[in-house]
């Protein structure tokens, strides 16, 4: 059988690739890495995590763990190395980024029948093929992109600072999870309310770093992963009603909630690293190391990278895409990740899932993979496939994707519970549909 392409080794790549590969169909998989790097790749490895490390929360009752739950039924890789590589983070699952990334490429690079090329494609596959370059897309392939789907749509991303754990200040410091939900997780550093203010006013008169001439115009910056600055700039609260909220946690020192609280999250399973959460920035590196010098255990920080900003591109996927992630009126070729205008590692993810095994069932000459509205893979993709077009914009998993239920549960944990519960039911339903449909060989 001809090998299905699949260019990019990000999460949607490998995903997409993981798909293909157990559904019986041999995999190229193409990764620029390390001849050519992005302005936010560093690492060589696969599936390497550029922002937070966190995959947001785990339990059922959210609309991120449902993801999860949902991904693991459809035999997800990425899951299942997350989960391998957790480090503490309450009741989110996040991940020793390195390791992570490592084991990935490890499982992707002994795969049977995937083979990995490391090299930069700067032209459309013509079929069969799945494209997951991510929102840093090269210039030469995102050209090549635009010329086949038109203008595309650009926004401005940006990454948290993270500090080597032996040089906080631990008694400015308290340990502990937000309303005590799992172990105590993550770092906090409380400010009391002049201490906040002199900080808020140090970040909205901070020095950011320049744009580039030609990125000034298209300046825009996306409501889910906006910098700190930005945020504070919309007025003197918003922070602590933001990443700097203090509810559900309780100083030991003074023995109350304290007036506002950065918290900080480890970066691997060693404990020695932690990124603040958040802490998106595009400040100046100095201007980082002074003003976030101010938070209280912060002090003699050491800064082991600073928060930087870089754009992004997506598609107007409303007018370009099918709910199975195929690109209309082409013939076997498909987009996932984040470039899609799904928001969120786990989201770009799961569009690898769903664009793999679309691509598995059209070269196998199967109906198309399209998983019912009722579950959240299925709402993310019919989103992208058909959600406003005007003002499209990037979406992450939430609970307002999916309807509710038929009976109305006044309680929120309630009525996610059974908002959850129902979606895996549909999606098993559908998968045992599914199965009746692909050769012996494939898990589906």
Not at 1 to 24: F, I, Q, S
Not at 157 to 162: E, M, R, T
Not at 222 to 240: F, I, N, Q, S, W
Not at 330 to 358: D, K, P, R
Request: glycine share 8%.
């Amino acid at each position: 059988m001809t090998p299905a392409v699949v260019v990019g080794g990000g999460l949607a790549g490998c995903e997409a690739a993981w798909a293909l590969a157990n559904a019986g169909i041999p995999v190229i998989l193409y990764e620029m890495k390390p001849h050519r790097y992005s302005p936010a790749h560093h690492n060589a490895d696969l599936a390497e995590l550029v922002c937070s490390n966190s995959l947001k929360a785990a339990r059922l009752a959210s609309a991120g763990g449902l993801l999860k739950q949902e991904m693991a039924m459809q035999h997800s890789l990425l899951v299942a190395c997350a989960k391998n590589c957790a480090v503490p983070a309450g009741g989110a699952l996040a991940v020793d980024r390195e390791r992570f990334s490592a084991m990935v490429t490890e499982m992707i690079e002994n795969a049977p029948l995937i083979s990995v090329r490391r090299e930069e494609i700067t032209a459309l596959p013509e079929r069969n093929a799945v494209i997951a370059t991510g929102p840093l897309t090269s210039d030469a392939l995102a050209a090549e992109i635009e010329k086949r789907c038109g203008a595309r749509l650009s926004f401005f991303d940006a990454a948290a600072p993270v500090v080597s754990a032996e040089s906080l200040e631990m008694s400015r410091i308290f340990a502990q999870s937000r309303y005590d939900r799992g172990e105590a997780d993550y770092l906090n550093c409380p400010m009391e309310k002049d201490e906040y203010e002199a900080f808020w006013d140090a970040l909205v008169t901070a020095e950011k770093a320049p744009l580039h001439e030609h990125d000034k115009a298209a300046f825009r910056v996306y409501e889910g992963c906006m910098p700190v600055e930005v945020l504070a700039a919309r007025g003197k609260d918003t922070l602590r009603f933001g990443p700097l909220k203090p509810v559900g946690l309780h100083d030991p020192a003074t023995g109350r909630r304290p007036y506002a609280v950065v918290q900080l999250r480890k970066e691997n399973q060693a404990g020695t690293m932690y990124n603040l959460v958040g802490f998106q920035t595009h400040l100046k590196f100095g201007e980082q190391k002074r003003v976030f010098g101010m938070i209280p255990g912060l002090e003699n920080a050491e800064f082991l990278r600073y928060g930087v900003m870089h754009r992004n591109f997506f598609l107007n996927s409303p007018q370009l895409l099918e709910a199975d992630y195929s690109l209309r009126g082409a013939e076997n070729l498909f987009f996932a990740g984040q470039m899609t205008g799904v928001e969120g590692y786990m989201e770009s993810a799961a569009s690898g899932i769903v664009a793999g095994n679309s691509l598995a069932r059209r070269m196998l000459g199967k109906s198309p993979y399209i998983l019912p509205e009722t579950t959240m893979t299925g709402a993310l993709a019919a989103y992208v496939s058909r959600g406003g077009a005007a003002d499209f914009q990037p979406m992450g998993a939430n609970m307002g994707l999916l309807p509710p239920p038929e009976i109305p549960i006044r309680g929120k944990q309630e009525r996610y519970q059974a908002i959850a519960e129902k979606a895996v039911e549909c999606l098993k339903a559908a998968l045992h549909e599914l199965v009746n449909d692909m050769p012996e060989r494939s898990w589906l």
